[in-house]
């Protein structure tokens, strides 16, 4: 046997029984160190014929290689053998509690907002506001209720001077004669946001929300307002179905007027919209009144279309079953932490307007 | 508008069941609120179970019931009657029931020392028989599974309770109802027979209407009864009456509220006898009073319609009647009137003394001026069918005679609104029904309007006519197309819907309030500006618009604060106003945060939250909706509810004046004049009216992307310089030295104390540098160095700190 033979058998015996990098690193150096036993055997090879040379200078090289990748292999078996022993005593609990964080939330109100909006954006409408402080006359009297007119009494007015000149918007359709006296047709808006009347009870909140609707062109008429509502309350609730109906009722802006009711049904208590039998009032609507679109300069007898005027707040009830609307403003922790949206959660056509 | 089915079929002749009219009503715009019977006294009478009875404490012939009354918990009543045992079933009275026998209200009493809620019935006491020794014994198995539920059935008949719209003036009496059900084809319209009085003499007694400005009054007819006996109504008219909830007071009264109802016609009776000379009708002056029918008294304004005699007024034209001038049983003459009077006026008169009545309520609306004479004639002939008497000759006195509205309708007008097509056979039999005269010349229908309806002026009140009773469930249902011309949101909603939604994002709840507060907390937070009152709060502490959201966010912080919520956020987004007219107002968005941060929380340390939580919400909100991070600017200039010394307010960039945002600790005076008890407020506002923003969308906004790969150094620097020296005027003169070079500056280090000097603070920064264009050498570095150095020292008298 050759000493080189003889060298890598004893190595190769002793490495396997090393479990260090200390015994390895002495391994190491006995070997390859400037004294080591395999660069002796190199420095042996100067002394041989050219002959011999080439066979052992070629088995040398191939002891060499082998050490070197078994020391190599060994060493990372070594290192990993030590993570591991180490992570051992790095175990925590990870059923601990996390560090801090809060969640904030949407008000529901926002959020049925923007779904409303994102419902209503698919089929060409646009978003206006106006003030919430208005004037008598956009208020009322544009609108054609003049002074004196009975309907004025449906509106409970909180007022801002003894004259009654300045007051809260009590509904949101002053928008609709801020748009037109603005622009020229066509009007396709909508226009939600707060209104106001001096009314509070269970049911009734001095505040409120609204959404307004108007589309005004050349030829629209009652069955273009019958499909964009029935298209607004199907995608609004998320349901395929819809049983709707238009009863003639009177508001002074709109002529013909409608209040339109929708189905549902009861079941353990929730009220599911859709196919019931019972009806609940949703809305009111109607062709905008052409005495309407004289005060706003828009010519009736080339313009025509509908408005219609939905209340958000109880939307938001129905559709996520919120039973008291009074809760909706008194701003209870528990109530926002419950009913609110994460802030992630925005409506939007390609990714649905709900979860 | 109430009414019965019965009562409806006086003026209708129909087929069609209740259930299917109701419908209709419903279908055709007379909205039905509901059809129920009248509730009677009689149904508080329960059927009971006594479920044990003990004798009572204090009296030997009384007992203590537990009775079962078919609710969760029983109740416990005290009873004389010997034959009252366990398990007997009867009839109980809770508290607030009368007792058909004596007309004695029940109420919760005291009975010798134990407390009774109600009584349990005799059959005397609840006039079933005579039998009054004990209470009633009902058969056990009949009423076992009764318990609860109603004694006596009610056999009132249903009634119609219509919301009739404020335009349908003809709906409120039955017969317009009758004509409208007709109009849409459930059933005909009854055809009354003529009336046929016998007239004797003339109506004698003076009528005027005073010709002057704001008459209220267009046409007043009357008429004489004479030698009248009153009584009480015959029962086929209180029954009318009692149906729908009216109470009969006496057969002259209640024949004129017959009418009313029925008719739609307003009539008032006047004890002829108790009127001095005659009639005048005019305005009234300042500080006149009278007595009403509610028993009230009036003081008047100027300019109401009167209906006086020589002596004074007798009553408000249309409004209300006097009591001088009511009739009585034994009253013996009377005067019938029938008037007109302007909406205008009476709407006018009666909002300004607060009185609502049935007559009111009508002529506001507007009553039919051409029914004057048919309402006079079917009350006297009702009062002398009932009451007997004699009857004059008819006086209307006119001082405006009605005119008939004409309307040229253009057939096709109906399809462009309603997009459906309608005949002109079915157009016109609807308005015929409907009590028009119709002529049609080519295309047109030449309409005369019934003079009982003032709402309709115009084309389009014409076409509403014909779709309600058409019916809007004929009308198509046309989708709409999925197209969009404009951008749904422009830049300020935008902004406003992201800015909700980010600061949503950084764990505050958001919360809408009123838009209204309390003024006494709004000033607290409304500085110098304006107070802006409501005339007409719902409540005194509602009665100010707010000047700033967080008097309504403090308000309800402390609410919750009660509920033992301690680390709370929220925010809300909404109007705060300037001024009471249309305009003064702007968006803001208000947060709030309080408490500690990582309240028992087991790894982190718990602190207090400071003004650079609120920064850190603020600023990284600002940066999320596009503002430049290197322009925004930081000042110390804050509103007084803020912290002084610990608030900021930011404008968008160094050389604008308006700020854009404020945060900080809330002054500690709010929290004790509010009485806040929490560790620590800390409060942010922006205001997104006044973010001003490029017109261009982030496609041209976007700068070409340019990095480099050449070694970064960091080195830091510690000054010490002047304690009130903004840092942030320190990080700009650095910045400045070289801006291509120095990319990024970091504050490490705040220091004061020892070996500084008092007014001296040691401000540490590491500052990052790096070339674009090569490796920096060590020679580069150092000279960049000395720069940044000798800078800071020149312009701010800084020194490194060694």
């Not at chain 1, 030590?82 to 109100?109: A, M, Q, W, Y």
């Not at chain 2, 009062?383 to 096709?412: D, L, Y």
Request: charged fraction near 30%; glycine fraction near 6%; charge should be positive.
């Amino acid at each position: 046997m050759s000493d080189i033979i003889k060298i890598k058998e004893e190595y190769l015996n002793k490495l396997s029984k090393v479990s260090d990098l200390k015994q390895i690193n002495q391994i190491k150096s006995e070997l390859f160190g400037k004294s080591g036993k395999i660069s002796n055997e190199f420095k042996k090879i100067g002394s041989l014929n050219s002959e011999e040379r080439k066979g052992v200078s070629s088995e040398l090289n191939a002891t060499k290689s082998e050490l070197q990748n078994f020391i190599e292999r060994k060493i990372k078996d070594i290192e990993i053998n030590e993570i591991n022993s180490k992570l051992k005593n790095e175990k925590v609990d990870v059923t601990l509690p996390e560090r801090s964080f809060s969640r904030g939330k949407i008000h529901p109100v926002s959020q049925v907002i923007d779904e409303i909006s994102s419902i209503f954006s698919e089929i060409g409408f646009s978003v206006e506001e106006g003030p919430d402080v208005e004037n008598e006359y956009n208020n009322f009297t544009a609108l054609n209720t003049p002074e004196n007119h009975p309907a004025r009494d449906m509106h409970d007015t909180f007022y801002l001077d003894k004259n009654k000149e300045f007051l809260l918007r009590t509904h949101t359709s002053p928008v609709q004669v801020r748009t037109m006296l603005q622009g020229k047709p066509p009007f396709k808006i909508i226009a939600p946001g707060r209104t106001y009347r001096s009314d509070s009870d269970q049911t009734h909140a001095p505040m409120f929300h609204q959404v307004e609707g108007l589309h005004i062109d050349k030829n629209i008429n009652m069955s273009h307002l019958k499909g964009c509502l029935n298209y607004f309350i199907k995608e609004f609730f998320e349901v395929d179905k819809i049983r709707m109906r238009f009863r003639p009722s009177h508001f002074p802006f709109t002529e013909p007027s409608a209040e339109v009711d929708i189905g549902y049904e009861l079941k353990d208590g929730k009220i599911i919209i859709g196919e019931g039998d019972k009806w609940l009032e949703i809305l009111g609507c109607g062709m905008v009144h052409p005495n309407v679109l004289r005060n706003v300069k828009v010519d009736p007898s080339k313009f025509q279309g509908y408005a219609f005027g939905i209340g958000i707040d109880r939307l938001a009830m129905l559709k996520y079953g919120i039973n008291d609307l009074r809760a909706f403003f008194e701003t209870d922790y528990r109530w926002l932490s419950h009913f609110g949206f994460d802030p992630l959660d925005v409506p939007s056509s390609y990714r649905g307007l709900s979860r | 508008m109430k009414f019965t089915i019965e009562w409806l079929k006086d003026h209708l002749e129909t087929k069609f069941s209740d259930s299917k009219i109701i419908d209709r009503l419903t279908n055709i715009g007379l909205e039905v609120e509901s059809f129920n019977s009248q509730t009677s006294e009689l149904d508080q009478f329960l059927i009971a179970k006594i479920v044990s009875s003990e004798k009572h404490p204090n009296a030997d012939r009384l007992k203590v019931c537990e009775v079962d009354i078919g609710k969760n918990e029983n109740v416990k009543v005290v009873c004389g009657a010997p034959n009252a045992k366990d398990n007997l079933i009867t009839i109980y009275a809770p508290p607030g029931a009368v007792i058909p026998k004596n007309q004695m209200k029940l109420s919760v009493s005291n009975i010798r020392g134990v407390t009774s809620y109600g009584m349990l019935c005799s059959e005397a006491e609840l006039k079933l028989s005579n039998e009054s020794k004990g209470i009633t014994e009902l058969s056990t198995n009949k009423y076992k599974s009764k318990i609860g539920k109603n004694y006596f059935s009610n056999k009132a008949p249903k009634v119609v309770d219509l919301s009739i719209t404020p335009n349908r003036a003809d709906c409120l009496g039955v017969k317009g109802i009758a004509r409208d059900l007709a109009a849409a084809g459930s059933g005909k319209l009854r055809k009354k027979n003529s009336i046929k009085i016998k007239f004797s003499g003339s109506q004698n007694l003076r009528v005027k209407i005073t010709k002057e400005k704001n008459q209220g009054c267009s046409l007043f007819g009357s008429l004489l009864i004479k030698d009248v006996k009153n009584q009480e109504s015959p029962k086929w008219l209180k029954d009318k009456l009692l149906a729908i909830g009216q109470k009969p007071i006496s057969a002259i009264v209640d024949i004129t509220n017959y009418v009313m109802l029925d008719l739609n016609r307003p009539l008032h009776a006047y004890d002829a006898d108790k009127i001095d000379t005659g009639i005048i009708v005019r305005n009234s002056k300042k500080g006149e009073s009278f007595e009403a029918l509610d028993n009230k008294k009036y003081v008047l304004g100027e300019n109401m319609c009167v209906i006086t005699d020589k002596s004074g007024i007798l009553g408000l034209g249309g409004i209300i009647g006097g009591t001088r001038s009511a009739t009585e049983f034994k009253t013996k003459n009377i005067l019938l009137e029938s008037a007109y009077f302007y909406p205008k006026s009476i709407r006018t008169t009666s909002r300004l003394l607060g009185i609502d009545t049935d007559a009111k309520h009508r002529f506001e609306r507007g009553i039919d001026p051409n029914s004057i004479e048919e309402g006079l004639f079917v009350a006297a002939e009702l009062i002398q069918k009932i009451c007997g008497g004699t009857i004059s000759k008819k006086n209307i006195e006119t001082v405006e005679r009605f005119k008939q509205r004409k309307i040229s309708f253009p057939i096709a007008k109906f399809q462009s609104i309603t997009g459906l097509k309608a005949s002109e056979k079915v157009v016109t039999k609807i308005l015929d029904s409907l009590g028009f005269k119709v002529k049609k010349k080519k295309n047109i229908l030449d309409l005369i309007v019934p003079s009982w309806r003032p709402d309709i002026e115009q084309e389009i009140d014409i076409v509403e006519e014909i779709a309600r009773l058409i019916g809007y469930d004929k009308i198509a249902t046309e989708l709409p197309k999925k197209v969009r011309v404009r951008p749904t949101l422009n830049k300020q909603q935008k902004l406003f819907h992201f800015l909700q939604r980010s600061v949503a994002s950084k764990g505050y709840l958001e919360t809408v309030t009123w838009s209204f507060t309390d003024s006494k907390i709004n000033n607290l937070f409304k500085e110098e500006k304006k107070e802006i009152e409501i005339v007409n709060p719902i409540s005194s502490d509602l009665n100010v618009l707010r000047s700033s959201i967080f008097s309504n966010l403090i308000f309800y912080l402390k609410k919750n604060l009660e509920r033992d919520f301690k680390d709370i956020s929220m925010f809300e987004i909404g109007p705060i106003f300037t001024g009471s007219k249309p305009g003064e107002q702007e968006i803001v968005l208000a947060a709030l945060k309080c408490g500690l941060t990582s309240r028992l929380n087991w790894i982190e340390k718990e602190r207090k939250l400071d003004v650079f939580d609120a920064k850190r919400d603020l600023i990284q909100t600002l940066y999320e909706i596009g503002l430049d991070q290197n322009s925004i600017n930081v000042d110390n200039k804050t509103p007084n509810y803020y912290h002084p010394g610990k608030s900021g307010v930011i404008y968008q960039d160094s050389l604008n004046k308006i700020p854009i945002a404020f945060f900080g600790e809330i002054h500690p005076n709010i929290l004790q004049k509010a009485e806040l008890k929490t560790d620590a407020l800390i409060i942010f506002e922006i205001f997104l009216d006044r973010i001003k923003f490029q017109n261009k969308k982030l496609k041209d906004l976007k700068s070409q992307f340019q990095y480099s790969d050449f070694q970064k150094s960091e080195r830091d620097f510690a000054f010490v310089i002047d304690k009130n020296f903004k840092v942030q005027e320190l990080i700009k003169i650095i910045s400045e030295v070289d801006k291509d070079l120095i990319k990024d500056i970091r504050v490490f280090d705040l220091y004061e104390g020892e070996n500084i000097d008092k007014d001296k603070k040691s401000v540490a920064l590491n500052v990052t540098i790096q070339s674009s264009q090569k490796s920096l050498t060590d020679d580069d570095l150092n000279k960049l160095n000395k720069l940044i150095i000798s800078n800071v020292e020149n312009k701010t008298g800084a020194k490194l700190r060694s």
